[in-house]
């Protein structure tokens, strides 16, 4: 009777075994063929990292200053701010987003179009537009919705502002705190959107010519994800290994143990 119990354990214990073998093809984000290697793309390999041009639904904060503060406050959405909003709320309320015509409402000047134009562009369009009212004024452009995120392998995944202009992938996985032992350096996906059309690349940072593609360099809204080695699965699945190995030791130690009762 207890060598036939015997048995049986054993059978389920390898079924239970191999039915929690970790798949690592489960835990990838986002799996499928629509990433891309930067090695396919013609011409990705460039010296100069592309200026951000506004899209449709981005966030702009826009402040124009004269000699006389009080003559260039009907130009200005703002309720008592002279410095760049800080909490979310007040971003919201103060900053001008980008219409799906791709244009502004601006005070007193009306529509402005801005898609497809760099924040310099801008800051000279709205510049000639306020010279009607103002004889000597500065206008100030900035992004509000400058954020990337960092998710996958990493040690400190989030979502991270812009605190530069320009910030490049390998600085952008430092602020989430480098990558794990698991994360797999060679397939680093990027996924930005175009137009509202999300595309996706898959970057080997451990290649030196990567400092030279344009997407190196990256843009507000970008998410980067970083996916798990392979030896991940494997060391996963030795965890289970090892912890059913203890459970068929402690079970033939106490079925032994029965066993050697019965027989005296």
């Given at each position: ?13 390898v079924l239970v ?147 530069s202009e320009k ?98």
């Open positions: 009777m207890i060598n036939g119990l015997i048995k049986t354990l054993v059978v389920s214990m075994l191999f039915s929690s073998c970790y798949s690592l093809k489960k835990s990838i984000y986002l799996d499928g063929d629509l990433p891309r290697k930067l090695n396919d793309i013609d011409g990705t390999f460039l010296q100069n990292p592309p200026e951000y041009k506004v899209e449709v639904n981005d966030l702009l904060y826009i402040r124009v200053t004269s000699l006389d503060e009080q003559t260039s406050a009907f130009l200005n959405n703002e309720s008592g701010y002279t410095n760049m909003p800080e909490s979310a709320s007040a971003t919201s309320l103060l900053g001008y987003r980008v219409d799906k015509d791709g244009s502004i409402e601006y005070p007193f000047i009306g529509k402005i179009f801005v898609a497809g134009l760099t924040l310099e562009e801008i800051r000279e369009k709205i510049t000639l537009a306020v010279s009607r009212y103002l004889e000597q004024s500065n206008v100030i452009v900035k992004q509000l919705n400058d954020n990337i995120t960092v998710i996958g392998e990493v040690n400190m995944p989030g979502r991270f502002p812009l605190n910030i490049n992938i390998i600085e952008a996985l430092s602020l989430a705190g480098d990558l794990t032992d698991f994360g797999n350096r060679k397939k680093v996906r990027l996924i930005r959107h175009r137009n509202e059309i999300p595309q996706m690349f898959i970057i080997d940072i451990t290649d030196e010519r990567t400092i030279y593609s344009q997407y190196f360099w990256l843009q507000p809204g970008d998410i980067i994800y970083v996916e798990p080695r392979p030896y991940k699965a494997l060391s996963l699945n030795a965890t289970f290994v090892t912890a059913g190995v203890s459970m068929i030791t402690a079970t033939f130690a106490i079925l032994t143990y029965l066993n050697s009762r019965e027989d005296n």
